[in-house]
């Protein structure tokens, strides 16, 4: 049957529709597991002491000391019970998302059996609404607003615009959202607010399953809580910071502890300078438009250095000494403004230093962490939609697509009944207005054979049309009575000539 | 140039189909075919689950011929269930074991009770054999209580543990017999093209204009300016998104609800302008609604006689209505039963009907496309990820690579009901598709090539050239440049 996938390529394809659910029923298993543990071994041993109690003190008051302690048991029991029922719940709500999942493909499978077009593009209007609510799951702020359910109840889960439209197409057993935006809140948390402590408290949650897989998420959060206390001018808590956590990942991160070493000298210096290059920057830049050789800029950075921490001058090799000078020569370079702005905007080698306290880190770090975070549940890194977008974009886009529309003769536009739009408006989705600017950058579809209309004829000015439309145009002029046209003539909607019938010439294109 | 660079040029490409690969061929060769040609568009947990089950069994049923791997994720997921009448998990079972566990003490606490009562009750000091058989007896069920007490509390523990290792046990099984036969594809590695962050606004806009489209009918309010304030709100979608859509959408809100006056109102009122096929069936499906709707309220006399009076007559002879036979089925349940089995059900599916012929006419009315450009850009990249799967094995297995970099090195076959948007010519000498700087040029003999070909067949234009397909000779002057022209007509469809 043509192209349409397969049921098992689109399970394939969608293998977090059920991949997800059981990573989180088994989340759900190893704390029912941990409570059936502890809870169990608890009443164990309170039913013991009750047996030997019964056993051995048969008088009333050991009897009521018994009923007293029956009682206190039969209300762990009932504790434990409570713990099971959510348990259950939880469970329930994870199996009816695997069987709401079986059912929908289901639907696929019925839909690609029967053949009808209507079932399969209504399934796949379904699966683009779920990759919809993906991205804005993924993507959209997060709060926790109060939401009215349909039962009239007030939900105070976390929501944001995919959770609403998920469940207002009644879909919500279809994506796992719950995970999407547990990461969006995070991620949202370290770009927009520099909040370090919801990826700490996830990290702490899934600490074994981070070491398991090798990830450096716990170095780098705390990495970056150094770095924030530098910022901050928290010396105190950076160096407790160092100290207690950065310091014992030395032997895996030696570069970045000794990085955060150096920061505790330039930290200040590295933010003051980034501040006067800026500065430098503004007043310097039409003299900036010679660069000066990295070579004897380098060398000079290192001299201040040299100066900064020893207070003398560095002593100059031979061997830099005629460099410089070759350099000095071939450039024609004098010590103007220029290279003393330059040399005060880098006074020390910082750059290093700088990229580490720019924002930069909390992307590294939000990028790390969607990493681990979508490798865990083997959810894929980049929004599906996106991809879709991408491939089909390059799918659809032809030679002719994103060139200036066809000028069609604009006495036609009164058959549009809409007075917005035109007459043979493009409704390509590659040529639209949101996919134009994206798809320039995207490749053509590759064509082996032509993708033509039936009946091609070709009028005199060379336009070829499909004749059966060009006739139904005549027709359609004729009935509106918008211009002039007898019973053997059409119209040129281009050039907005008109032929007769006879002046059609059967197009063979192969 | 790399690896496949002697593959690829106008003559060759890398043939990929849905069901298997081959290796790079050349070209078609043959006369090319002409393009196909879009259709419309914490409660009770063992409820939940037995709701959901009963569902599903009916699917297993309707579906004879599931395919192998949604049959074993069934399977698969029917083995989380135990039991015979009370399909229950493991989990479940703990849970009802413990409360049945808790419900025995209850009663064996009663009895604890009852026989420190009696204690209490018994001279301590009567040593007469009663006394004596009493106290015996009293002693003896107190045994018994801390029997009962110790087996119970034995049992319960041991069944607790047994069905969460049973549980632990299934999923385990689930995820190595089911979840690993459908783990096969990382989507990230066909991501080859990814769209820059600077592209954000453009698509979370196609984003709105999706919502516009198809979400008005699922919102909880129905006046435009709420419409507006909420969509703005929630989804942060412009006003001016939702005015093409705003009419389409709180029509179909309505039939949603089985409100069918505004689907009619607009069905009569453009009667003049097109009587189409399509809206004939519209009328004809909508008056059958309002019939149903009438059945749920009117006594069957009101009912018949309005079916009667009103039956639209014009709808009678279209094809795919049968003579009215639909009606006429309505008619004679009416008169025979006194009434319409599965009523509310069937209010749906026509209601159901009766969006997607509106959704239909609307969109060609009002030169709207049939899907959103998203929905159609998501289904064509659905359709082609088989070939970018394909493609991206091939490439790691095969260590070829691909160089056109502004190309991509297969043919993607589309659905057949996505029509083609531009007409695409491919040269049959070049086997490349035309463009503005090398356009068809149409021969003596109406066969048409390339400029490209036609320069270089001809010589430069400097000598006749024979028509590939035919006897006919052309001479570069005398051919003539020509446009391929899709025409689309307003409200007519293809």
Known sequence: MDSTPS???????????????????????????????????????????????????????????????????????????????????????????????????????????????????????????????DYLARNSKVSTLPENNADGGVALDPVNAGVVFLKQQEMQDLLDYDVLLAANKISRGLIDDNDLEPLESWIAKNKSALEKEGSSLEFYASFQRYVQALLNGNMTLAITVLQTTLFSHISTHFDEVTAACGMLVYAEKCVSSQDNAEETQNHTNDELSTPVDPTVLQQRQRENAFEYFFHRRMPIGPQYASSVRTASKQQHIHPTARDTALLVSNTKNLERYKELLSSKGWENLNNMFLKSYYSMYRIAKNEPLLIYISLGVSALKTRSCLHQAIEWDPRLDALCKNSRS????????????????????????????????????????????????????????????????????????IDGDIYKLDDFVTMYPT | MGPLSNLRGPHCSLRLSASGISAPQKGGEGPAENGGKLGTDSEDTTSIQSATQTKLTTLHCIFTTMSSLLQELHSGYD????????????????????????????????????????????????????????????????????????????????????????????????????????????????????????????????????????????????????????????????????????????????????KYESCWKWA??????????CIILLRYHLFILSCLERAKAEPVAAVCEYIINHFPKESFFQKGINFGSEIAHLLAELTTTGGIANLEKLIVVKAGECSLLFTQEFCLRNGLPMGSPLFQIVLSGVYSSQYFLKYAQIKSSAHVGW?????????????????????????????EETTDDNPPYALLCHHIISKNALTKLSNGGTTSIKCPYCPVVSFSGRSQSVRFVNLDIPGVSK
């Open chain 2, 403 to 431: 160089t056109t970099s502004n190309e991509l090195p297969f043919d993607v076959e589309l659905p057949k009901f996505l029509p083609n948007f531009h007409p695409v010519f491919i040269c049959p000498v070049l086997k």
């Open chain 2, 268 to 277: 009569t009122e453009t009667e003049n302008n097109n009587n189409s096929r």
């Open chain 2, 79 to 258: 083995s989380f269930f135990v039991g015979g009448e009370v399909r229950e998990t493991h989990t479940s079972a703990c849970l009802r074991e413990t409360g049945e566990f808790r419900m025995q003490l209850k009663k064996l606490k009663a009895h604890l009770k009852k026989n420190i009562q009696e204690s209490k009750q018994l001279d301590v000091k009567d040593t007469s054999p009663e006394g004596k058989a009493a106290a015996k007896k009293l002693q003896k069920r107190y045994a018994l209580i801390q029997d009962k007490i110790h087996k119970s509390s034995t049992t319960w523990d041991h069944a607790v543990k047994k069905h969460t290792k049973l549980s632990h046990q299934n999923l385990n099984k689930f995820n190595k017999s089911t979840l690993n036969k459908i783990r096969k594809y990382d989507m990230d590695s066909i991501y080859n093209h990814p769209i820059s962050v600077e592209y954000k606004n453009d698509v979370e806009d196609a984003i709105g204009q999706h919502i516009a489209r198809y979400h008005i009918r699922n919102l909880p309010m129905t006046s435009k300016p709420e419409v507006e304030q909420y969509m703005k709100q929630v989804f942060n979608i412009h006003a001016s998104f939702l005015d093409q859509f705003a009419e389409l959408g709180y029509i179909l809100h309505e039939l949603k609800d089985g």
């Open chain 1, 422 to 493: 035109k007459f043979g408006e493009n409704k390509c989705p590659v040529c639209s207005e949101h996919f134009r600017r994206l798809a320039e950058t995207l490749p053509f579809a590759h064509h082996t054979e032509s993708k033509l209309f039936d009946n091609p004829v070709m009028l005199p000015s060379g336009n070829i049309y499909d004749s059966r439309r060009l006739k139904l145009l005549a027709n359609v002029i004729r009935e509106t009575g918008i211009m002039p046209l007898s019973e053997h003539e059409v119209l040129d909607p």
């Open chain 1, 7 to 133: 049921i098992d390529f689109m399970l394939h394809l969608n293998e977090q529709a059920f991949t997800i659910p059981h990573a989180l029923l088994a989340e759900a298993q190893r704390l029912h597991e941990k409570s059936v543990e502890s809870d169990t071994k608890q009443l164990r041993a309170a039913f013991l002491a009750l047996n030997s109690l019964m056993q051995n003190d048969q008088s009333i008051v050991g009897k009521e000391s018994a009923l007293a302690s029956l009682d206190a048991v039969m209300q762990d029991v009932q504790a434990f019970e409570k713990k099971l029922k959510g348990s259950v719940a939880r469970e329930g709500e994870l199996l009816r998302r695997i069987g709401k999942r079986i059912e929908f493909y289901g639907k696929y499978e019925a839909a690609r059996e029967s053949g009808k077009t209507r079932s399969l593009t209504e399934w796949y209007l379904n699966y683009t609404n779920l990759l919809v609510a």
